[in-house]
């Protein structure tokens, strides 16, 4: 299981994001350009001494994301999906792809990815913070695949 962040454009959210991957054993996919420094203080604050443990990579761009990440599926987290969450059955090589906190992802990458989830919301809620969506699908697909720490 692996976790992909396109162009995150909040550090805060993002050095949480890596904080929860690192605390759960995942490793992170950072796809530049990112909105902020990767040195910035709020992303350290956020992230904590746990960013020392993280298994990350970073490209830079979602081509060169494509071209080096393992085989398995790309997983979508978007509003925009029918599918819930808890519906889609994670396999153990998938990767939650994240969009920009701003904008989400391109139509593109949307059309390529091979499947798309969304956390179910009350009517009229909008969306989650990213980093509350990614802990919550995370921790389905984790469920699902056996794959939490055994801590």
């Known amino acids: 299981m692996r976790l992909a962040l396109y162009q995150p454009d909040i550090p805060q959210n993002t050095g949480t994001i890596l904080r929860t991957a690192a605390c759960l054993g995942v490793a992170v ?3 530049e350009p990112a909105g902020f420094n990767a040195s910035d203080k ?4 956020a992230g904590m001494d746990y960013l020392d443990r993280l298994d990350l990579t970073r490209h830079d761009s979602f ?3 494509l071209a080096d990440r393992p085989p398995g599926r790309l997983v979508l987290a978007t509003t925009a999906a ?3 969450h808890t519906d889609l059955v994670f ?3 998938d990767t939650l ?3 920009r906190e701003s904008a989400g992802v391109p139509d ?3 059309a390529l990815a091979d499947a798309r989830v969304k956390v179910p919301l009350v009517p009229g809620a909008r969306s989650l913070n990213v980093a509350v969506a990614a802990a919550m699908i995370l921790g389905e697909a984790l469920r699902q ?3 939490f720490p055994e801590g």
């Open 108 to 110: 593109d990458i949307h």
């Open 42 to 45: 709020a992303l350290r604050r």
């Open 63 to 65: 081509d060169r994301f």
């Open 97 to 99: 792809l994240l969009g």
């Open 29 to 31: 996919d950072l796809i």
């Open 91 to 93: 396999v153990a090589g």
């Open 82 to 84: 029918a599918m819930r």
């Open 145 to 147: 695949t056996g794959g």
